[in-house]
Every structure is written in C-alpha cells, then in structure tokens.
C-alpha cells in the first residue's frame, strides 16, 4: 500500500514537473528577447562581471555624463535662447526617477529571477487563453516600450543637436571644437536615452504583470458561466487575491517613490518657470528640455497608476458578477416552476439581447463588467444560503493593488489629483501675487 502511494506521488510529481518544464521552456522562448534587451541596456546582473559594468553604466549615465554636462556646459555667456535656466532641475528630476527605476529593477531580477517576477514560473496552472494573452502582450512590451521612448528621444536629439550646433564654439571644448560638441551631444543623448529607457521599462513591465491579473479575473468570470461549485469559485479568487498581494508588496516601493519624485519633480519646475524673473524669458528654446522631461515622467506615472488602476477595478467588478449570478441562479430556480413564468423569463431575455443600444455599450464591456445576463447552472447545484455566502465573501474582501494598505482604484486617483490640482493653485495664487 505504501509502495503503491509512493509510486502515484512520483508519477504527479513527474507529471507535474513536465508540465512545468514545458512551461519554463515556452517562457525561456518568450523571455529571450527580454533578457537579450537587459543585456543590451546594461541591466543584466547575472554574474559579477555583468553587475560590475551595469552599476558602471549607471553611475557614467545617470550622474557623470549629467554632472558635466551641466557644470561644464552650463554656458552663461551664451544668448538667452541658448541659456538653460532649467538645467539643474531636469537633470536631477530624469536622473532620480531614472535612478528609483534602476534600483527596483535590479532588485526584482536579482531577488527573484526574470522569470519569477513575471510570473512565468506561474502559467502552467492558467488555461491556454490566459497564456495565449500573456504571450502576445509580452511580445507587444517591447514594441510598447519603443513607441514611448523614441519619441522623446527624438525630440530630445532635435533639441540638443541644435543646442551644440549653434553654439559650438561658446562651450568648453578640447582639441577641435567640432569633434569636443559632437562627443558632448552624443554623450548626452545617450545619457537621455539611457535614462528614459530605464524609467520606461520598469513602468512597462508593472504594467505586463498587472495585464495578466486581468487576464486571469476574465478567465475566472468564465466559471460563472458554467456549473462552478462554490468551493472551486472561492478557491480560484484566493489564488488571484494571493497573486495582487504579491504584486502589490513587491511593487508598492516603486509606486510610492515614484509618485513622490515625480510630484516633486513637476511641483519644483511649476516654482521655477512661475517666478517673475522667468516668466519673461520663458520660451521653446530655454524650457525645450523642461517640456520633454515633463512629459517623459508623467507618462511613466500614468502608466503605473493606471495599470494599478485598472486591475483593482477588474477585481472590484468580480462581485458585481457575483451578485448578478447569484440573482440569475435565484430567479431562474423560481421560474422553473411553471412554465408560464419560465416562458416569460425567455421573453425578457430576448428583449434584453435586442436592446439597439446594446451595440454601442459592447465596445466598453467586458468578462467582468457587463450588462449581460447569466445563464445559470447553479440554481440545481448549489444551495442559496451558498450562493449568498460567496456574495458576502466578495463584499468583505475586495482585491486590488494596494501601496501600504491604501487601494489604488479610482477614488484615490481622484483624491490625488485634487490634492495636486488644490496645490498647482495655491502656488499660482502665491506666484501671482508676488507678481502683482
């Protein structure tokens, strides 16, 4: 008996670890153009040598390269469109968010693993639409990351290529002039690209892993669908509650921080461009670097908060869903009775489907958030004191991603951005007065 229990066990342990090791062998697939473009960035730190040259390209490119550049080249002889007023306040916004990005990423592949912290390791428990999805939106990261980056990047080579053109011969320089603006232009583009790709890719792998908690919550709302007990429903919600709160303790440092610094950031350059000095001279050529700075860490924020955002609304919406099975399940037992009442509950579901604007809600509706009904299997299998203590349940316990136990659904992004916008006023209250 015990020979024959030991052998079933080894046989769901081999079982199980083919399952994984066909898993760890499509995601080492997947994965390989990740880890290729962490090799390429400098952020791998697989062994020493590469930890070596990844904190070196960070120090040269987040504080080197940004240092000089703004001491050496600060250029105060220069003509007012030449000027940069705003330098010291660009610099240390783009390179201390670039730095918080490239700490906490360091952290999550040296800690647990590129694979781990995508959760990879993850998939050969989810059904093949969720790994489907996860796949095509790992490979759409990449092409993501680039449509946020070379924008920027552009307009930033536009900017500086003008800058050191115009002005080449008014800079500090050693040897030629040409050869002495062209290295320092390069120098610093490579500085910017550098750092805004760093502060990008952390916020596009938040939001990966946040999209495939979402494709989880849709999977989860198929098995209201089909006839769940209520025992699999609990046991499937533990499992993706579990799953944000790794999410969340993993992550809420870098949330945190980052809205921190970027608030900071944007309250500091709101202080210097209202100033009654600045205002004069404010213009494209002496706030170019400002507007793109700007943008690049607000971008970067709204992607974290909205990926945070949404995925706690996916989750708040499983008991809406809930609540609407269980009102199916519960009718459709009273329906069943007569066939009058029964008859009449079709109707209602025809009418229902035929609704004209029912076209123009689909493209807003999802698994999760709809106005559909539910065909109910329940009402034969499970009880309504169940039904309704599974309700209860997602009632009582609502997921999401929280940062030190504050949720981060829409009402606190409406309460920051009113806590912001109160503060935006009052500093152009303060301004306008000091003007006036």
Same mark, same amino acid.
């Given at each position: ?65 940004? $240092? ?57 428990? +989810? ?32 900017? !500086? ?6 002005? $080449? ?119 170019? +670097? ?19 955002? !949404?995925?706690?609304?996916? $989750? ?7 609540? !609407?099975?269980?009102?199916? $399940? ?41 106005? !559909? ?64």
């Amino acid at each position: 008996m015990a020979d024959e229990s030991g052998c079933r066990e080894a046989l769901l342990a081999n079982r199980r670890k083919n399952m994984f090791q066909r898993s760890v062998s499509h995601a080492h697939d997947e994965l390989k153009s990740f880890r290729s473009y962490l090799r390429w960035m400098c952020v791998d730190q697989s062994n020493i040598w590469r930890l070596c040259l990844s904190w070196s390209v960070f120090v040269v490119f987040t504080i080197v390269v940004p $240092a000089v550049s703004h001491f050496v080249f600060a250029c105060s002889t220069c003509d007012g469109k030449h000027k940069r007023p705003y330098d010291s306040v660009v610099q240390l916004s783009l390179s201390g968010v670039a730095t918080l990005s490239f700490v906490c990423l360091s952290s999550f592949v040296r800690k647990y693993g590129l694979k781990r912290f995508l959760f990879f390791d993850k998939l050969y428990d +989810e059904s093949e639409t969720v790994r489907r999805g996860y796949t095509a939106q790992l490979n759409r990261s990449l092409k993501l990351l680039s449509c946020f980056v070379i924008p920027c990047f552009v307009a930033e080579s536009v900017y !500086k290529i003008w800058w050191y053109a115009s002005e $080449a011969s008014q800079i500090p320089y050693v040897g030629n002039v040409y050869a002495s603006a062209a290295m320092a232009c390069i120098m610093e583009l490579f500085s910017w690209l550098y750092r805004t790709t760093v502060i990008f890719l952390v916020c596009v792998l938040f939001r990966l892993i946040c999209y495939l908690q979402i494709l989880r919550l849709q999977d989860f709302a198929t098995m209201f669908e089909v006839d769940s007990d209520v025992g699999s429903v609990l046991s499937e919600h533990l499992r993706i509650r579990r799953h944000l709160r790794i999410i969340s303790h993993r992550c809420r440092d870098f949330v945190l921080w980052k809205l921190i610094l970027v608030t900071g950031s944007q309250f500091a350059l709101l202080l210097i461009t209202t100033s009654s000095s600045a205002i004069a001279n404010l213009d494209f050529c002496t706030a170019g +670097e400002l507007l793109f700075c700007s943008i690049t860490l607000v971008t970067g924020l709204l992607i974290v908060l909205r990926s945070a955002t !949404k995925i706690t609304h996916k $989750a708040q919406a499983v008991t809406c869903l809930a609540a !609407k099975w269980h009102v199916c $399940a519960t009718l459709d037992s009273f329906d069943a009775t007569t066939a009058q009442i029964a008859s009449s509950g079709r109707v209602f579901r025809a009418e229902s489907d035929n609704d004209e604007t029912e076209d123009e809600a689909e493209d807003e509706e999802d698994e999760l958030d709809n106005s !559909k009904l539910i065909p109910s299997y329940a009402y034969s299998t499970i009880s309504y004191q169940k039904r309704q203590a599974l309700v209860t349940y997602f009632e009582n316990n609502r997921a999401g991603i929280t940062v030190y136990g504050f949720t981060l659904d829409r009402t606190t992004l409406h309460m920051l951005f009113m806590i912001e916008f109160s503060l935006i006023l009052w500093l152009l209250g303060k301004t306008i007065n000091g003007i006036s």
